[in-house]
């Protein structure tokens, strides 16, 4: 991996299981150093540019200050819509043209996910309208799939059609293929050269994570522990036959986790979601631990599983194409005393069977940084994106954040892993002022992240945050 970085003695927070927080020394990543030729600063295109004059003048002012990519979400809902395999490029080919006019490159997200209801939203694109039925009576696993059998459905019995749920990759596996591949057949000729990683989104909002904080649920937003969603029929058969071939059969999961099933359908996600967690189960139980750490594991499966599936579609086009995927920063409910680290635990984040004080498990983050070296992408980088650079820490009720210990804790996984780490902005008014700043540099001076891409490109077009990313950019390169 091309991470150019050196070792120093640092400082590092680390949360204990309680919600306490202590200090300890540790080896941590050193500063990027000046001139690194991986660093990279890009900036998000608008979620759908609807007035392209000022498109192209913010594009003419990033570009002027240094400004590598720009990185464009191609709506799968968008793009496919209107039937199976009808493809409308027309948009794009817009978008990307005025983009390249300007000397930038392309780093496109292949979006594969709802756009809408989210923080920032201002545009919607839904899933394909003929996804749905189009495997409503078709069966996998022995499940019929009906119209919500690809969905997500969570503890409080609701289904999400933000995405399809990983359970169901294999179902649809061709959906991501055909897509990827006539993206690559439309544009490989045409941007060769100018795609220069192309992110693959693996979730809602385009990140590795379950839809746990997301519209189709009630009272599960910001800075609630969030919901499960592991509750459909796919998701509970994975559950019974991970935990049966683990412990062999029934008898020994009861042994295990001190049960008396008498039938597989006895094991399932928890029944009271809520007690569950506030009896801090997810952490003392040995049932408790299993389920967390199959939830964690089957988000990771699903990571490798599209990321192989997209990259296996593009082939050979787009030589310098790196492949990226982000992780959210959720930062909220850490130090909670009632379930500390809970968001973590029902977005997927992370496992808790491990130690989530070590440096050695990136503090439960491990399996989600190793996918990046774990997957098979064909000799092709693979950068983890990960979010909240601009943010403090703020460990009290009732956020419970700790978003800057956060960046440090991955930036220093990563680093160790030899994980090309890139980061991002989750809000953009951290951008308005100068500790936004002033954290977003410290990711880079402390933890070795290589590239910056801020939300969005208007945001840094003009006054204080133009003039921050401007001189960012020359700082590291």
Not at 194 to 207: A, D, K, Q, T
């Amino acid at each position: 991996m091309r991470r150019a970085v050196a070792v120093v003695a640092a400082a590092a927070a680390i949360i204990m299981a309680g919600g306490a927080t202590a200090t300890a020394q540790e080896d941590v990543p050193g500063p990027v150093a000046l001139g690194n030729p991986d660093f990279t600063a890009n900036v998000l295109a608008p979620l759908k540019v609807t007035d392209f004059a000022a498109f192209e003048e913010d594009l003419k002012i990033v570009a002027d200050y240094g400004v590598d990519a720009v990185s464009v979400d191609v709506w799968w809902g968008d793009v496919e819509g209107v039937a199976d395999n009808r493809f409308d490029w027309s948009y794009y080919d817009r978008v990307f043209d005025l983009i390249t006019a300007y000397g930038m490159d392309i780093a496109p997200i292949l979006s594969f996910h709802q756009c809408g209801g989210n923080v920032g939203d201002d545009y919607t694109s839904l899933l394909p309208s003929w996804l749905w039925p189009k495997y409503a009576n078709r069966s996998y696993r022995g499940v019929p799939l009906g119209l919500t059998g690809l969905q997500h459905r969570s503890e409080q019995g609701n289904y999400s059609a933000e995405t399809v749920q990983g359970w169901a990759d294999q179902v649809v596996e061709n959906e991501y293929r055909d897509f990827a591949r006539a993206f690559a057949r439309h544009y490989g000729d045409r941007y060769r050269d100018e795609v220069v990683e192309i992110n693959i989104s693996l979730g809602p909002s385009g990140e590795l994570r379950y839809p746990s904080y997301n519209a189709h649920d009630t009272g599960t937003g910001y800075p609630t522990r969030g919901g499960l969603q592991s509750y459909s029929e796919l998701a509970v058969r994975d559950f019974q036959d991970t935990a049966l071939r683990k412990y062999r059969n029934l008898r020994g999961v009861n042994q295990a986790w001190g049960t008396s099933y008498t039938d597989r359908s006895q094991i399932a996600p928890p029944a009271d979601a809520e007690r569950f967690f506030t009896s801090q189960a997810y952490l003392r139980t040995p049932y408790g631990r299993d389920f967390v750490d199959w939830y964690n594991g089957s988000l990771v499966d699903h990571g490798e599983r599209m990321i192989e599936t997209v990259v296996r579609a593009i082939g050979r086009d787009f030589p310098r194409a790196d492949i990226g995927y982000k992780v959210p920063g959720i930062h909220w409910t850490m130090t909670n005393p009632v379930h500390p680290r809970a968001t973590e635990v029902t977005t997927g984040l992370i496992q808790t069977s491990v130690d989530l004080d070590a440096r050695a498990t990136g503090h439960g983050y491990q399996r989600i940084i190793d996918l990046a070296n774990r997957v098979d992408v064909g000799g092709r980088t693979v950068a983890v994106h990960f979010t909240a650079l601009e943010m403090d820490d703020q460990d009290v009720p009732p956020q419970y954040s700790l978003a800057k210990t956060l960046v440090g804790w991955f930036g220093q996984y990563a680093y160790d892993a030899g994980v090309e780490l890139k980061g991002e902005n989750a809000l953009a008014g951290g951008l308005y002022g100068e500790q936004g700043w002033v954290n977003i540099n410290d990711a880079f001076d402390t933890w070795g992240y290589l590239g910056l891409t801020v939300l969005r490109m208007s945001d840094v077009s003009e006054g204080l945050p133009a003039e921050r990313y401007a001189q960012f950019i020359d700082k590291y390169r």
